[in-house]
């Protein structure tokens, strides 16, 4: 079982920059990736980033590449998405998921989940 705890969301306004943070405890595998999503309210689950544990390799998605960098530490079995340049269509309670399945945004993929952090960017 592997359990993600989020942390470091908050209030930032338009233009500035957050960083979240996700805890992975529990058991991995060399085949581990970690994702982020997020969801606004009356907002269906929204696929943000991914990467693989073992050769780091990204994914993005298009609303977010070139702001949002995703980076992990393995020593520390800790995952971060470094959000820039924030606009307010980015408000959200942002999750990050763990799963073996392959590296991806379809939230199928992903079987394990954290609780989420709320991002909130005012105008």
């Known amino acids: 079982q592997v359990q993600l705890v989020e942390s470091g969301g908050g209030l930032v306004q338009a233009g500035g920059s957050l960083r979240l943070s996700c805890a992975t405890s529990g058991r991995t595998f060399s085949s581990y990736v970690m994702g982020w999503f997020r969801q606004a309210p009356g907002k269906e689950r929204e696929f943000v980033a991914a990467?693989?544990?073992?050769?780091?390799?990204?994914y993005y998605a298009r609303s977010v590449k070139g702001r949002f960098t995703i980076s992990r530490d393995n020593a520390k079995n800790t995952g971060y998405l470094q959000m820039n340049s924030l606009k307010p269509e980015d408000t959200a309670n942002y999750y990050c998921?763990?799963?073996?399945?392959?590296?991806?945004?379809?939230?199928?993929?992903?079987?394990?989940w954290g609780q989420g952090t709320q991002v909130t960017v005012s105008t």
């Open positions: 998921a763990g799963g073996v399945a392959g590296l991806g945004g379809n939230p199928r993929l992903y079987d394990y």
């Open positions: 990467i693989s544990w073992s050769d780091g390799t990204t």
